[in-house]
């Protein structure tokens, strides 16, 4: 539509984590946190804010049984 700016995703800093344990051959558990400084996300278009949200952070469990 006519000659508007690309909308940009900014960049963000985000810090995420990753931890597994293996308890045995059979048993690995993970634990995943991501988003742990809660960024915010921005997308620009020209100079002006096109639309921002802030996702908040996330944490994932996981176990893998191998029979």
Not at 14 to 36: I, P, R
Not at 46 to 66: E, H, I, Q, S
């Amino acid at each position: 539509r006519g000659n508007l700016p690309d909308v940009i995703e900014e960049p963000v800093n985000q810090v995420d984590l990753s931890y597994e344990k293996a308890f045995s051959n059979e048993l690995v558990v993970t634990l995943k946190a991501e988003n742990l400084l809660d960024a915010e996300k921005e997308y620009t278009q020209g100079n002006r804010t096109y639309f921002k949200y802030k996702p908040g952070m996330t944490l994932k469990l996981g176990a893998d049984w191998t029979f």
